[in-house]
């Protein structure tokens, strides 16, 4: 039984291989090319926050200089390349055949480093992965980007949410004190009731304005993702 166990288990690899190969990630969809029109309304959250994200262009630069120095890398075992030219001036200016005792003439030479020659090909190969490594770190920082811009955004709907219960809960709580209160007045109701009505209302309250206060910061993290005042982003899909 566990021979045939463990002969399952390449074969179930094998076949899950071309499935794994079927879902590797295409990152203009993490973030979508800031040219193309948004999916949705959060999907243009991200593109604010790719196109703002101080990190975002620093990933970006590094690509583009990791690049210039590849090209740099595949010319540089010419650095140490040298031609010599030397012109032998008796024979030149020679009246005579009798008077060429220097040969020859001309000398013309050139001196290569044999190792820069030999490990230029390695060489490109590490430039070659330094480029891959800047690509990589760039769809790395889109997929925080875009986690990050998601997370922040539902906090934000989350504590807008949040706040309209808590309103709509001390509006209640507060039309229940005033009836309290009133009875207390007619003495329909004990101090007791009145104090415990009141106490009810001002937990209400402190809960709304703790409420406000979750909303305002939610707002003000999503306002950073995105690079621009939360009043400021225009889309239709948008909502208060």
Known sequence: MIRKTLLFIPMLTALSLPCLNAQQVDFDKVVQPLEAKARDFSEYLVQLA???????????AELLNARDESKNTRKEWTRDLAATFNINEANV?????????????????????????????????ISKREVEIAAHKINERKLQIRTETLSR??????????????????????????????????????LEDYTAASKLYYQAQEDRLKAETDVLLAKYQLEEMIGVKWEGVVHPEKGE
């Open 153 to 190: 955004y539902a906090n934000y709907k989350l504590a807008k949410a949040v706040l309209q219960k808590r309103s709509l809960a001390e509006q209640d709580i507060y039309a229940s004190y005033i009836l309290v209160q009133q009875l207390y007045k007619t003495d329909e109701k004990t």
């Open 50 to 60: 790719w196109q703002n994200n101080p990190e975002a262009a620093i990933v970006q």
């Open 93 to 125: 200016r020679a009246t005579n055949s009798n008077s060429n005792i220097f040969f020859p003439r001309y000398n013309v030479g050139a001196t290569i480093n044999v190792f820069d020659v030999l490990s230029q090909k390695g060489k490109n190969k």
